[in-house]
């Protein structure tokens, strides 16, 4: 699992062999969110205050995402992302 940034207890991760729509997932406390970059729930759910951080931090790096996605698909190293501060 792709580490791309960890905060305030979270973990965004992307998957090399995942699907489209193009994806990532976050991690905490034992749950799970699967979230496109529109910022949409696919799978799972976080608490509502993780899942407004991570909402705040996927709004403010969607490039950065859309990149490492792009990576992902052909199989590259994926890039850290700064976290939220």
């Known amino acids: 699992m792709p ?4 905060f305030y207890g979270i973990l965004i991760a992307m998957y090399w062999r995942d699907h489209n729509p193009p994806h990532f ?9 699967v979230l496109d ?8 759910g976080l608490p509502r205050r993780a ?9 403010l790096h ?13 199989r590259e190293p994926l890039n850290p992302i700064s976290p939220l501060e």
Not at 37 to 44: K, R, S, T, V
């Open 51 to 59: 899942q407004s951080m991570v909402s705040e931090w996927m709004s």
């Open 25 to 33: 997932h976050a991690f905490y406390g034992g749950k799970e969110a």
């Open 62 to 74: 969607r490039s950065e995402l859309m990149d490492n996605w792009e990576r992902a698909v052909r």
């Open 37 to 44: 970059l529109d910022g949409n729930l696919l799978e799972g």
């Open 3 to 6: 580490e791309l940034a960890r």
